[in-house]
């Protein structure tokens, strides 16, 4: 059963860190870019950091560069996003998501997961 399991949110204050992971029974893990999206209330679903199967490459949306880092342990089938400098404005729903594999420059992802809220107060 293909599944994609978020885990790690949390309620924190601006300028914490928060870890999310998302286990993932996808066939072909290792050979998927993975990304992770979030979506606030009212606002469209953005991309925030992906990474390709071998963990080399990763990229990040501006507002998350230099305080996110995207990460993978192809072993565990897990992904992870590393978050530090909470703000508010980086309350959302957070999901993993699995691209085809061998997919270079995705334009869809065909797995998603339930999501995990982050909630940051001020």
């Known amino acids: 059963q293909v599944q994609l399991v978020e885990s790690g949110g949390g309620l924190v204050q601006a300028g914490a860190s928060l870890r999310l992971s998302c286990a993932a029974s996808?066939?072909?893990?290792?050979?998927?870019?993975m990304g992770w999206f979030r979506q606030a209330p009212g606002k469209e679903r953005e991309l925030v950091a992906t990474?390709?199967?071998?963990?080399?490459?990763?990229s990040y949306a501006d507002s998350v560069k230099g305080r996110f880092t995207i990460s993978r342990d192809n072993a565990k089938n897990t992904v992870y996003l590393q978050m530090n400098s909470l703000t508010p404005a980086d309350t959302a729903v957070y999901y993993c998501?699995?691209?085809?594999?061998?997919?270079?420059?995705?334009?869809?992802?065909?797995?998603w997961g339930q999501g995990t809220q982050v909630t940051v107060s001020s």
């Open positions: 996808v066939p072909t893990f290792s050979t998927r870019i």
């Open positions: 998501a699995a691209a085809a594999p061998l997919v270079l420059r995705p334009s869809r992802y065909d797995y």
């Open positions: 990474i390709t199967w071998s963990g080399g490459s990763t």
